[in-house]
């Protein structure tokens, strides 16, 4: 027992599971090189062994001493040192886990720009690492070369094979290497004596990242002759790649110079990842205003970034910049485009809880900027995380009383949707929409929400989808605001599958018809062409009653089929609705350039229904200043409307053409000018798609007139200034051409079933009930009209301001 005891091998003792040798290595070392795993956390290290029993007591020294200078040494750009252990028989070092450059450097890709920041950033690590040693410690490494340099997970170059590393004030001798073909990489001056006198402490390592600049462009270097050869090494570094192999050691650059000579402008050391990494790791000690600068510009450059550097050195510094530090939310964009590296499972475990923390923010600008990248992240949230963490938070947005946030809540409404469960689709976000669509004072909103009912059709329940979607979009077509009637009517035509043929003739088609006589044309040919594809559906139904199912298969089914028959006739205007959001005024908050989308992908077709895959237009430019100093407002908040509240909304109180305080009154001096602006605006959104077969190819127009920059409404202007009320959203058909009294009065008659939206009981209501609901809903018309009545005569003393809260 005593003898097992003392025989066993001490090796097991070690904490790390030894695996494969990286081939190669042994051939530039006295060790060998392999891939371990930390016992336990299954953690990944390199690990060097040194068999003791087959080698020299030459090699023993060496990696005695090449131990202790590596547990001694510490520095970012030196590698570090984990465990040891040392028997009779083997000599184990655990380092973090690394590939060796002369191995790496064959799976870097051909000559890119990516390749050449990545290499800059390298040698300037290895440069680093060289004045620490001959500078501050006063040592000499000796063995510079790309056997001696190692990259780790995050891609970063760490100085190894310490054991030739020897006192500056020494023997100014290079040592003999061991194995021989480590001889390539001596210095000329160890086979000629005269130049020993000339040697400076630095000069041996100087030739040494002379060779290893060589190979990071050419590959290995099989003789010295070789270094002649510049064809790959570039223009900026060749004049200090000269000096770096040069013949007289005195004319060698001190580490220390190079960097500061390489980091000038136009130095080979000056480029966007040196920089990037740099202000990483100096984080700690910069302002909010140069991380907000930082980190503002750090979007548009990562795509020239390799991979493995974004994922394991920026992607880390900027979760806890933000978690940690005063980043503010300009770090949210680099950090969710990095998180698409991350795989499935380290993307919940460090982004998710990171995004569901975000959410909870009562920063205007986070939210807002949360909800515009929410394209970036929402694949990867699950839809009890959607349903209990982040659309509570979401829905906030509804009621925001800054217009930009209102908008982007809508939107976002579009990748939320595929997610959300029963009742925060078919009841929570149909009540907001209702809301927005009857009474919000921004047309660009009303518009949206419309675009965006469409886009989430098929995701709601059928019962709902059949009683919502004809009443919301006839709404839609009767609002004074001309792009709101041109969302409605191709909205219709974008949502056709969902309507039994019936509801089309006896609802649909006559709503449409009335736009026949629009004073705008833009709504008008929508209009036409719409009336003409679903009477050609009728027409067709008429002349083969059997296609009757065919057309109505989507009614009643929660997941409607993909080309159906019955959706493909209006794919032009599917294309229509499902491409662009209307760029509302409210999206800036001051004058700007002529606006201009960010697609974000091609627009949808029919035969890809579903939300999720549908692009959306970002609004060209957000204020981020007008969230941060969003003025004192009076409007409702979201604790002002609760659930009991909702049946009790009075719609009615968008008929405004009688009441000049209201912001959607028609304005004698500026309606005809703001109308015909804004409808060359809306076209850019609305009326750029093919028409298909239909029709003759419609007319683009391009204007950009100079009054749109005066349309800008600003979402932080004081409610009681005049400027205020005067935006894109004022305006109303010129009464000349149109009867705003009568049609809005129109428009205020349909309601979203009576603005219900509880939980669908089981189908089968008698006649009398049918009547009694028609009789409640004239009752309700005109109790409406009678509080609409008294509420006019209240607001005759003044004008309201805009946001405030309806009595």
Not at 272 to 291: G, N, P, R, S
Not at 609 to 622: A, G, H, I
């Amino acid at each position: 027992m005593m003898w097992s005891f003392f025989s066993r091998d001490s090796s097991k003792d070690f904490p790390y599971d030894i695996g494969e040798p990286v081939p190669g290595f042994d051939n530039y070392s006295i060790w060998t090189l392999h891939k371990a795993k930390r016992k336990g956390t299954q953690e990944e290290v390199s690990v060097f062994v040194y068999d003791i029993r087959s080698g020299s007591d030459t090699k023993c020294e060496l990696a005695k001493a090449s131990l202790k200078r590596l547990k001694t040494l510490r520095h970012p750009s030196i590698l570090q040192f984990l465990d040891s252990l040392e028997t009779d028989k083997m000599l184990y070092v655990a380092t973090e886990a690394v590939e060796p450059l002369g191995v790496y450097s064959a799976k870097l890709a051909t000559d890119n720009l990516q390749k050449g920041l990545y290499l800059a950033w390298g040698i300037f690590q290895i440069t680093r690492a060289l004045s620490f040693l001959n500078n501050d410690g006063n040592l000499r490494h000796n063995n510079v070369c790309a056997w001696s340099v190692f990259v780790n997970a995050s891609g970063e170059w760490k100085l190894g094979s310490l054991e030739y590393v020897a006192a500056a004030d020494g023997s100014p001798m290079p040592p003999v290497k061991i194995p021989v073909t480590l001889e390539v990489y001596d210095a000329p001056e160890k086979n000629d004596q005269s130049k020993l006198k000339a040697a400076t402490k630095c000069s041996v390592d100087m030739w040494g990242l002379g060779c290893l600049v060589w190979e990071a462009f050419n590959g290995p270097l099989k003789q010295r002759s070789n270094l002649k050869e510049l064809e790959h090494v570039p223009k900026s570094l060749q004049s200090l790649y000269c000096e770096l192999v040069g013949a007289s050691p005195s004319n060698r650059p001190n580490p220390a110079d190079i960097i500061t000579r390489c980091r000038k402008p136009g130095g080979f050391f000056r480029n966007d990842l040196v920089d990037t990494l740099l202000f990483l790791e100096e984080i700690q000690i910069k302002d909010k205003a140069e991380k907000n600068r930082f980190f503002s510009g750090l979007t548009t450059h990562l795509d020239n970034f390799p991979d493995n550097v974004c994922k394991h050195k920026i992607l880390p510094q900027l979760i806890t910049a933000y978690e940690y530090g005063d980043a503010g939310s300009a770090v949210l964009a680099p950090m969710f485009k990095l998180g698409k590296l991350l795989d499935e499972l380290e993307y919940q475990k460090r982004i998710v809880p990171c995004v569901v923390k975000l959410f909870a923010s009562t920063d205007r600008v986070t939210r807002s900027r949360l909800l515009q990248q929410l394209d970036l992240f929402i694949a990867h949230l699950q839809p009890t995380v959607v349903n209990d963490q982040i659309f509570p938070q979401v829905a906030h947005g509804f009621l925001d009383t800054n217009a930009t946030i209102r908008e982007q809540t809508v939107k976002s409404i579009i990748h939320l949707a595929p997610k959300l469960n029963y009742n925060n689709l078919n009841v929570e976000v149909l009540r907001h929409f209702a809301r927005l669509q009857a009474r919000d004072d921004q047309g660009g909103i009303r518009t949206n929400t419309t675009v965006c009912l469409g886009k989430i059709a098929p995701h709601l329940h059928p019962q709902v989808r059949q009683r919502v979607l004809v009443s919301a979009f006839i709404r839609a077509m009767r609002d004074p605001f001309p792009p709101a009637r041109v969302a409605g009517v191709l909205a219709l035509a974008a949502t056709q599958q969902y309507f039994l043929l019936s509801e089309v003739a006896n609802r649909v088609l006559p709503s449409l018809c009335s736009l026949t006589v629009d004073p705008e044309k833009t709504v008008r040919e929508p209009a036409f062409k719409t009336i003409r594809g679903f009477l050609g559906k009728l027409e067709k139904v008429s002349e083969d009653p059997s296609l009757r199912e065919t057309m109505e298969a989507d009614v009643h089914t929660a997941t409607p089929s993909i080309g159906n028959a019955a959706a493909t006739w209006a794919g032009w205007a599917v294309t229509a609705v499902t491409a662009k959001f209307y760029r509302s005024q409210s999206d800036s908050s001051r004058p700007r350039p002529p606006l201009t989308g960010r697609n974000l992908s091609k627009p949808a077709s029919l035969e890809q229904p579903s939300s999720s895959s549908l692009s959306t237009t970002t609004s060209s430019v957000t204020s981020m200043t007008s969230l941060e100093h969003e003025s004192n407002d009076t409007s409702a908040s979201a604790s002002d409307y609760g659930n009991n509240d909702w049946d009790n909304e009075n719609w009615g109180e968008m008929d405004t053409s009688q009441d000049p305080s209201s912001p959607l009154a028609p304005n004698a001096n500026n309606g005809q000018l703001l109308a015909a602006n804004v409808l060359n605006e809306v076209r850019d959104g609305w009326d750029n798609e093919e028409w298909g077969s239909l029709e003759e190819d419609p007319q683009h127009s391009s204007l950009r007139p100079k009054e749109l920059a005066n349309l800008s409404s600003s979402a932080n202007t004081s409610p009681t200034t005049p400027g205020a009320l005067t935006n894109c959203n004022n305006i109303s058909p010129p009464s000349s051409h149109f009867n705003n009294s009568t049609h809005n009065a129109n428009w205020n008659s349909d309601s979203w079933a009576d603005g219900e939206f509880e939980p669908i009981d089981e189908p089968g209501l008698g006649i009398s009930k049918l009547d009694d609901a028609r009789r409640k809903r004239e009752e309700k018309k005109m109790q409406r009209q009678r509080e609409l009545e008294a509420r006019r005569a209240q607001r005759a003393t003044g004008p309201l301001k805009l946001g405030a809260k309806k009595l």
